[in-house]
């Protein structure tokens, strides 16, 4: 927290029991603020790069999918990114790779192949957002998924799944038989 004085701060902003659901950070005299909602996400962000850091296994759905529902969920406009991992499916990096409009993110294979290269990644995981919260994934999504898939093929890197977060839920491309 900064050092922001308590008494400078809106009565509201300080705790009281009447705003005792929402999250607090302490400041450098010791006083409880109203954490603003931006700061509680990137802090939840912070923690989740380290839930799933570099060398970990994915092995449930859910881990992944709660990881990726943090990462992806806050944004008002499309970013499609994924998880890089070796051929024991250990975490290499998770990036995001395009970041689009409030309807759609243009992906680009080619690049796609150069950051699996780049990786050196045995297998990956895709996912993106719908802003909307529907995750229902669209026709176009499945098409560019097929060609993500037939790109990184030929340089022997395996698509396990693409997760399409959307809202509080998410849908998997694997689970609904697409890959």
């Not at 705003?19 to 005299?29: K, R």
């Not at 970990?56 to 991992?85: C, Q, S």
Request: glycine share 6%.
């Amino acid at each position: 927290m900064t050092h922001t004085s308590a008494a400078a701060l809106p009565a509201d902003s300080r705790y009281s029991p009447s705003n005792a659901s929402q999250l607090f950070v302490c400041d450098s005299d010791g006083n409880y603020l109203a954490a603003p909602d931006d700061r509680v996400i990137d802090a939840a962000r912070q923690v989740v790069e380290r839930f799933v850091s570099k060398g970990m296994k994915l092995n449930t759905p859910n881990r992944v999918r709660e990881f990726l529902w943090l990462k992806l969920a806050g944004y008002d406009h499309e970013v499609f990114g994924a998880i890089f991992m070796d051929t024991q499916h250990r975490v290499i990096e998770f990036s995001e790779l395009f970041h689009g409009t409030l309807d759609s993110a243009s992906v680009y294979p080619r690049e796609v192949v150069k950051a699996a290269l780049h990786h050196n990644a045995g297998a990956v995981i895709f996912t993106h957002n719908h802003p909307s919260g529907e995750p229902d994934p669209s026709d176009a999504d499945r098409r560019i998924t097929q060609r993500l898939k037939e790109a990184l093929g030929l340089i022997e890197v395996r698509v396990l799944d693409h997760i399409v977060v959307g809202g509080s839920d998410s849908v998997s491309f694997a689970e609904r038989g697409y890959l």
